[in-house]
Each structure stands twice: as structure tokens, then as C-alpha cells.
């Protein structure tokens, strides 16, 4: 999950973020819910992230580790932060 927020206010930018995650070849544009970029369903990887606002700096963050679990059923859930700064 990928929390994007206000690098001057530190509160989550609650609209028009587009997270990107990127492994590899494979590419997700993130899903938005309940204030939190989420996807890439039970995918391992090490990923790339990539958030972009408009009136803001586009940032990228990672590599993001997504590993199995003990299991080998499902994946470790990351949590990110990302901070965006205005331009």
C-alpha cells in the first residue's frame, strides 16, 4: 500500500495522484482506495514507484521488496510513504 502526502503539509493528497508501480516489464497504474494506492495483488517483486501530480514533483521511490510469505501462498504487504512537493 502507498500513502501519497504533502511534503509542505504532511496531509495525504486525497485527489489526482497517479502511482505507478514498475517491475521489470510489468507495469500497474495503482487503484486509489480509501486514501491508499494499492495493487499488484499477490505479485513478488522489487519494484519501482513512481507518484505524479499535477502542480507537483513527480517522485520515484524503490526498489520495493515484495516477497512471498512462509508459505509460498501469499505476498508480504509493504507499506510506502511518498511525499510530493509542490512546484
Do not use: W
Request: proline content about 3%; glycine content about 10%.
Amino acid at each position: 500500500s502507498v500513502e501519497v502526502g504533502d511534503a509542505a503539509t504532511g496531509a495525504i493528497i486525497p485527489n489526482g495522484v497517479t502511482v505507478i508501480a514498475q517491475d521489470g516489464s510489468y507495469t500497474e497504474t495503482l487503484a486509489f482506495i480509501f486514501d491508499t494506492h494499492v495493487g499488484a495483488g499477490e505479485r513478488p517483486g522489487a519494484y519501482t514507484l513512481t507518484a505524479a501530480k499535477d502542480g507537483f514533483v513527480t517522485k520515484m521511490v524503490g526498489p520495493i521488496t515484495v516477497a512471498m510469505d512462509e508459505d509460498m501462498c501469499h505476498v508480504l504487504t509493504q507499506s510506502v510513504a511518498i511525499s510530493l512537493e509542490a512546484n
